[in-house]
């Protein structure tokens, strides 16, 4: 998984370029990914795993930027953990791990810009679209569209280095990611109860990998 997100993080910084380098951040994201869904009716971050990623973050102005990711993990559940009727009547389990590939926006609430020494921290807002593949061990792979949403924050620590948390919901148009229905069938797809959400959070560092241009070196001194 380490080498799938170092070439992640190559791709990712190699159609950068095309970008001003002045404003590029790139970098990875470490931290845990959940689900929630029939399998788990209820509960944030139970049996979580580990999740990394690579990105690229572009940054219009000190309020907006744009983003994109590359993240893979895992997610568990098993109906013996709920106390349910139907969890304990199902008793199935789900252990799959998945594949996510992210187009998202980002609101900074303070002016955010880490070349100046009075700018170097905001919280966030974040939204978007996604594309995600299931690699089902037991069954057809599931491939989807997605709506991450969530917030975090981040500090710039130096001109070029910024570390931040993140928190992502994944809104999923399909419920058979744990393949099963909303009314306990397995192996069979809805797109009307959608009750299936992959979920990130962690932590990321960025770096900008090109020169800075025009940016006094005395704001942070």
Same mark, same amino acid.
């Given at each position: 998984?380490?080498?799938?997100?170092?070439?992640?993080?190559?791709?990712?910084?190699?159609?950068?370029?095309?970008?001003?380098?002045?404003?590029?951040?790139?970098?990875?994201?470490?931290?845990?990914?959940?689900?929630?869904?029939?399998?788990?009716?209820?509960?944030?971050?139970?049996?979580?795993?580990?999740?990394?990623?690579?990105?690229?973050?572009?940054?219009?102005?000190?309020?907006?930027?744009?983003?994109?990711?590359?993240?893979?993990?895992?997610?568990?559940?098993?109906?013996?953990?709920?106390?349910?009727?139907?969890?304990?009547?199902?008793?199935?389990?789900?252990?799959?791990?998945?594949?996510?590939?992210?187009?998202? !926006?980002?609101?900074? *609430?303070?002016? &955010?810009?880490?070349?100046? =020494?009075?700018?170097?921290?905001?919280?966030?807002?974040? %939204? #978007?679209?996604?594309?995600?593949?299931?690699?089902?061990?037991?069954?057809?792979?599931?491939?989807?569209?997605?709506?991450?949403?969530?917030?975090?924050?981040?500090?710039?620590?130096?001109?070029?280095?910024?570390?931040?948390?993140?928190?992502?919901?994944?809104?999923?148009?399909?419920?058979?990611?744990? !393949?099963?229905?909303? *009314?306990?069938? &397995?192996?069979?797809?809805? =797109?009307?109860?959608?009750?299936?959400?992959?979920?990130? %959070? #962690?932590?990321?560092?960025?770096?900008?990998?090109?020169?800075?241009?025009?940016?006094?070196?005395?704001?942070?001194?």
């Amino acid at each position: 998984m380490i080498r799938a997100a170092a070439i992640c993080l190559m791709l990712i910084l190699s159609a950068g370029k095309g970008f001003s380098s002045d404003e590029l951040d790139a970098g990875i994201f470490a931290g845990t990914s959940y689900y929630r869904g029939n399998l788990n009716p209820s509960l944030h971050f139970h049996r979580p795993s580990p999740a990394f990623g690579a990105l690229m973050r572009y940054n219009f102005n000190e309020h907006y930027a744009f983003k994109m990711g590359f993240n893979f993990g895992q997610i568990k559940a098993e109906d013996i953990d709920f106390e349910y009727p139907l969890n304990q009547a199902r008793q199935a389990g789900l252990v799959n791990n998945f594949y996510d590939f992210s187009l998202t !926006g980002e609101f900074n *609430f303070m002016p &955010f810009k880490v070349t100046i =020494f009075s700018k170097p921290i905001s919280t966030y807002i974040t %939204a #978007g679209i996604a594309y995600t593949f299931v690699p089902d061990v037991d069954g057809p792979a599931s491939n989807y569209l997605n709506l991450p949403f969530g917030g975090g924050v981040k500090y710039g620590i130096s001109r070029r280095l910024t570390i931040g948390l993140e928190w992502i919901l994944k809104k999923n148009f399909r419920d058979d990611i744990d !393949g099963v229905k909303s *009314f306990g069938q &397995f192996d069979s797809p809805s =797109f009307i109860h959608n009750n299936d959400w992959v979920s990130l %959070a #962690g932590f990321f560092v960025t770096i900008k990998p090109f020169e800075r241009r025009g940016d006094c070196a005395v704001y942070w001194y």
